[in-house]
């Protein structure tokens, strides 16, 4: 059973690893093609929602136990349209499942709100810059951090991929969020407001709440990215424990 499980975790995280370094791949084709950075969600948009749902399994794996020690996880959903109902379902779930995960819950929740609700629904926001800034940072990120979960479940970790895994984040996070994440949903304030987006749904002005989650989200940024932090000092400590 054990081995059976170890297999499982070892194909889906590689299954992962190959998939947003399609993405990136994908992303940086579609740059040199056209010498745009405008085309990022066409060129991996659907395939990183994909991605997305696949790790909603990282919930399931979290709430039964396999992977207490697997942080910064992401989920999502992808349909033919995006139901706002469902969507707040899975993430009334992925709150309740990954709550005790602490920092880490609070980036799960608020990149698939950012893509699901904001960058495949507003088709006018998907051609902006930052959302090849977001992108590119995402699958980077994924690509190291899925690749070190393949090697330290098959018993093989290098130092180097360690190294990188817990130094990565300090570059890569502040761009995908800054200039990636809150500048797209800045610019997507005006569509919100003229379409009155998702107000058949919620018994509040989505708008409001997108300006709110604007005021709020350096802080959120922070938490995160200091519990980060903490994390890099703990396992690159352990590293340098062992070397001496």
Known sequence: MPETRSLYLISYNLFQALGWSLSLFRILSGLLSSQSIHGAYAAAGELICW???LAFLEVIHGAI???KNHKFCLFGFRGTEVNFCVYNFWFWM????????????????????????IVRRIQEVQNLPSVFVTFFAWSLSEVIRYSHYVLNLSGSN??????????AFIFLYPIG??????????????????????ADHLPFSYYNFV??????????????????????RSKLGKSKRKKN
């Open 158 to 167: 290098p130092k180097w991929i360690t190294l990188i895994r817990y130094t």
């Open 51 to 53: 991605l997305q749902t």
């Open 65 to 67: 136990g396999d992977l």
């Open 94 to 117: 992925l709150r309740n499942c990954s709550e005790w995960r602490g920092a880490s819950s609070d980036a799960m929740g608020w990149r698939t709100h950012f893509l699901l609700a």
């Open 211 to 232: 300006v709110l989650l604007l005021f709020c989200y350096p802080f959120m940024w922070l938490k995160l990215y200091l519990h980060l932090f903490k994390q890099r």
């Open 177 to 198: 969020v800054f200039p990636g994440e809150m500048w797209l949903m800045y610019k997507a304030l005006p569509v919100i407001k003229k379409k009155k987006l998702y």
